[in-house]
């Protein structure tokens, strides 16, 4: 297995080489970097990166702290999902919404090609399908 070293500046030219495109370019683009997972705390945007060597890398929030909420409110998280699915949402909004509908984390599972949203505890979370492309 082929070594890789997880970087902030790899990072940031995956995002640069998807910026523009739908999530699931962002998701291969990381793929073929080697991440095979990444955890974000929605209330610090601290994104935990895992390479496909389990090797970590945490990047810290770079974004004002947000509040979320102790009630899961599942049909306005499938809405935040959907909004920034779309294109209408920027980035900081969906995690907003996501705090609101009380999201604390996600995890993005490239290699199960899915997206955890998870509430307060582990009773409450939302799944989705991330697309091939």
Known sequence: MEFIE???D???S???KSAGQPYPYLVKNLKEAGVDNYVVKVG???TTYTSINSEKLIIPGDIPEIEC???FELENVKAAVKRTQDGITDYVTFLRELGAAGIHSYVA???GMKVIYQGPNSEYEYEEVIPEV
Do not use: F, G, P, R
Request: charged share 35%.
């Open 6 to 8: 997880l970087t902030e």
């Open 10 to 12: 790899l990072i940031k």
């Open 14 to 16: 995956v995002e640069q």
């Open 44 to 46: 610090n945007h601290k």
């Open 69 to 71: 909420a102790e009630t």
């Open 109 to 111: 599972d490239l290699s």
